[in-house]
């Protein structure tokens, strides 16, 4: 029998579903990678001309995350859907050889059981990236690729975001007939990172009472920033205003001064290449600049959370957005608010 103190505990859930991350990872690796090659395999001798991605919430980041891997590592086109054209306004584009990757935690959500349906009767190859295999999204699709992440109790997603990521990564490796050698040592590296959350409370301090946050990125790390926005207004209710770098240049730079708190996630390659401008506009406007990346870019800053060096910029993000959870349980629980039970948050939405 559960002891009723632990139970009661603010964001015991959710930290205990953190922590599980790097087991759940190795467990894609193990138990999922096959699968996974297997599908990928199939969908690959069907020749899809380019992709849709289907998704809400958390898992939509996870599909824009797949958006960049299709189109740099696979050369092909892909969008991300508007299910309203679909459910709402009953349009029926012609999806012939188009690939429609629907994406979600628990499979559930009409609109995307809808849209999906809509999908194959249009004549597209659908694949469902699920955490739920018995889900009715799982059903009316062709193929379906189990995350294999375990139920997830907590209302904010977090190991759930990291299995998307590996097995929407292994899905793209396994079209190009690529072996996900990148992925490998992510288990470890993920705990390692857990490990140091007493550096994630330090920073929490930064952002108990804000007002407001700015998170910036670019490329494989966009997804990050806003998944990272995404988990602090579950959590912790503070307005956090995601932007891609270039974006963030082009106008919304105006509501940043010298006491605005901003997040840089700066991945290590071509993504933190393109927005080293955008760091250096934000220092010279003297904002409280704290960066989630390599050690040199976080001695640059205000403050921030050194990433492991050496791992291939495509699978970054599977790691980057391991402190920025840690900080939205942090500050929310240095709020007085319990993470695990954030308010008007359902886990399974019924949009339709």
């Known amino acids: 029998m559960s002891d009723p103190q632990t139970v009661s505990v603010p964001g015991r859930i959710m930290a205990a579903e953190m922590a599980e991350q790097p087991a759940v990872l190795q467990r894609i690796l193990d138990e999922g990678a096959p699968k996974i090659r297997e599908i990928a395999a199939g969908i690959a001798a069907r ?12 898992s939509d980041n996870a599909a824009l995350y797949a958006k960049y891997l299709i ?3 696979l050369g092909k086109p892909a969008g991300l859907t508007s299910m309203s054209t679909t459910t709402a306004y009953g349009a029926k584009p012609d999806l012939t050889d188009v690939l429609v990757i629907t994406v ?9 059981v809808a849209s999906t349906k809509a999908a194959r009767e249009a004549g597209a190859i659908t ?3 699920t955490n739920n295999p018995d889900s009715p ?19 904010p997603a977090t190991k759930t975001y990291t299995a998307e990521l590996l097995a929407l990564y292994l899905l793209v490796e396994g079209l190009r007939g690529g072996d996900g050698s990148a992925a490998k040592g992510l288990p470890g590296l993920a705990a390692g990172v857990l490990a ?3 550096e994630v409370r330090a920073l929490a301090e930064r952002y108990r009472f804000a007002q407001r946050l700015v998170i910036t990125s670019r490329g494989y790390g966009y997804p ?13 209710y503070i307005p956090a205003s995601p932007f891609s770098g270039a974006d963030l240049l082009h106008g919304p730079l105006a509501m940043v001064d010298n006491v605005s708190p901003v997040i840089a996630i700066v991945p290590d390659g071509k993504g933190g290449e393109a927005l080293q401008p955008v760091l250096d506009r934000l220092r010279g406007r003297g904002a409280d600049l704290v960066v989630i990346g390599q050690q040199a870019q976080v001695d640059a800053a205000s403050a921030g959370f050194a990433l492991p060096a050496g791992v291939p910029e495509e699978v970054q993000p599977i790691l980057e957005i391991l402190p920025l ?17 954030p308010r008007a948050l359902a886990k399974v939405t019924e949009t339709h």
């Not at 979600?104 to 995307?112: A, E, F, I, T, Y």
């Not at 990050?224 to 912790?236: H, P």
């Open 71 to 73: 189109e740099i590592l």
């Open 325 to 341: 959870q840690q900080l939205a349980y942090e500050v929310t629980i240095a709020r007085g608010q319990d993470p695990d039970a």
């Open 127 to 129: 694949l469902a990236v």
């Open 196 to 198: 140091r959350q007493a």
């Open 47 to 58: 020749n899809p001309r380019f992709v849709l991605l289907t998704a809400r919430g958390t």
């Open 104 to 112: 979600s935690q628990s499979g559930g959500s009409p609109d995307l």
């Open 137 to 155: 999204l799982a059903e009316v699709s062709e193929f379906h690729i189990d995350v294999l992440a375990g139920p997830e109790k907590a209302l």
């Open 224 to 236: 990050t920033a806003r998944e990272a926005a995404l988990k602090l207004m579950e959590t912790t």
